[in-house]
């Protein structure tokens, strides 16, 4: 990693501004660099631009002073950027879009990664290449700060608020479900088509695992996938199937109530981590999709990758036995329970 040459600049910087505008489990790891940043310079107002779509992740967020939604200007960056009027902006995943607007908007300081054919744009340039998978997410964004303040930080995770109307809404249906509060594991076995899924079969084989040694088992997902829920249910007709039916703040305010929580690589899973939930994420082995670039940062959180060593079953996620996440899944219970009581 370079070292950047900022000293005399920092003082007079009011407003840093950091785009990510793709998905949940991605923004979940790129708040601890907004920390980061609050941490270097806390007179600074660090502002969030992003997707309306994660908006229930920043509910009385910490780690930012405000949000600004790409939507509300019809995803136009040069009015973005002149509305934000930023001294700095970070790029943790540019596109040229975004990188253009900050340059047609004339933002001074524009930090982005060398290796792109349109980082000439960039004025502080980060020479570190993501796809060989070295880091988790979370630590190339933090990284991207270090280098421009010069100095080290702690990565630490940034718990995500639940909406307490929310929460009462969920209290309320698992009331109705006969759902014991201080007992259930949430299964999530969709993906958004963003890597290599556990096999849904075997989702509900877990599921059996679970409501045998006497837990209650919900099922969550977006309305696409439906057919996933069914297919446990095959398996486990004593599951509850809420496929469909929470939205994001509802989804959050029930993963804050969970004992357990189980799921792909998924933006869910890093919201149930950051929670404090014990979560098992079960992640293939190719570098770019695995566990050490996109695993989970919470407290009380594992991952589980295919062991083998035969090549064409590097990825093969079958490899993955129900009975091994069940158990890495009570571990993390009883780990959380007894630094609970300590």
Known sequence: MQIMKTEGIAEDIARIAVVRTDRLGDMVLTLPMCAAIKEALPSAQVILIARSYVKPLLFECEAIDSAVFIEDFKNDFI???????????FFPRPKFNEVFGAFKADVPIRIGTSYRLYSILFTHKIKEHRKISLYNEAEYNLHMVE???NKKFELRYVPIKV??????KVIGLLDTLNIDLNNFIVLHPGSGGS??????????????????HGFDVILTG??????????ILHKAPEAINLIGRLDLYQTIALLS????????STGILHIASVLGIPTVGIFPNTPHLSAKRWG??????????????????????????????????SLLISRKMTESAS
């Open 257 to 264: 109530l969970a004992r357990g929580f189980v799921s792909n």
């Open 147 to 149: 280098t421009f303040f």
């Open 222 to 231: 977006s309305k696409f996938e439906s057919q996933l829920g069914q297919t």
């Open 195 to 212: 890597t290599k899924v556990w096999p849904v079969e075997l989702f509900g084989e877990l599921a059996e695992i679970l409501l045998k």
């Open 79 to 89: 009015e973005i950027f002149s509305y934000v009027q930023p001294q700095v902006v």
């Open 296 to 329: 989970p940062i919470g407290p009380f959180s594992t991952t589980i990758s295919p062991q083998t060593t035969e090549p064409e079953k590097f990825d093969d996620m079958s490899l993955v036995p129900p009975q091994l996440v069940y158990k890495e899944l």
């Open 163 to 168: 909406n307490p109307t929310a929460k009462v």
